[in-house]
């Protein structure tokens, strides 16, 4: 048993300590908003805040967040700084598809959380493993402007 605090839930994780976190989280934690892509880390699809970090949950060994702190995409709206990121997503229709946005919100989330005023190229820089086929970059970069902006006003 892995015990972990999934997005304000103290829960216990039954499953292999190898298994992925993706699979624990969609198994164990019956989270639908955690997506699978290319199930190697370089998709960015499943990230996860672990601890306030962006981790590609497929690539992360269940054994290595005992006892952390697991944000996923259906716990923004209980994050400050993510509840921000989410509402800059939907102001701006950032989403397309809508399969790789849960990740990329996630990833900026954490960035944004360590530091309030990134610059754009660390935006840039962050959203650089993220693949979105659906062509929505120059929405997806305005809206993580947009919470920037709101964030470092705060």
Request: charged content about 20%.
């Amino acid at each position: 048993m892995i015990n972990i605090q999934h997005n304000d839930k103290q829960q216990s994780i039954d499953s292999s300590p190898n298994a992925q976190l993706y699979h624990a989280l969609k198994d164990t934690c019956k989270d639908a908003s955690v997506r699978f892509g290319c199930g190697s880390g370089h998709c960015g699809a499943c990230t996860v805040l672990v601890n306030g970090q962006a981790e590609n949950s497929c690539s992360t060994p269940s054994w290595s967040v005992e006892n952390a702190v697991i944000t996923t995409p259906s716990g923004l709206l209980q994050d400050p700084v993510g509840r921000i990121v989410l509402d800059a997503f939907l102001s701006e229709q950032a989403a397309q598809c809508g399969y790789c946005i849960n990740g990329i919100m996630m990833r900026l989330t954490g960035l944004f959380k360590r530091d309030k005023n990134a610059t754009d190229n660390q935006i840039t820089e962050a959203l650089t493993r993220h693949l979105c086929r659906c062509g929505a970059h120059l929405r997806i970069f305005k809206a993580a402007k947009l919470a920037r902006n709101q964030i470092a006003n705060q």
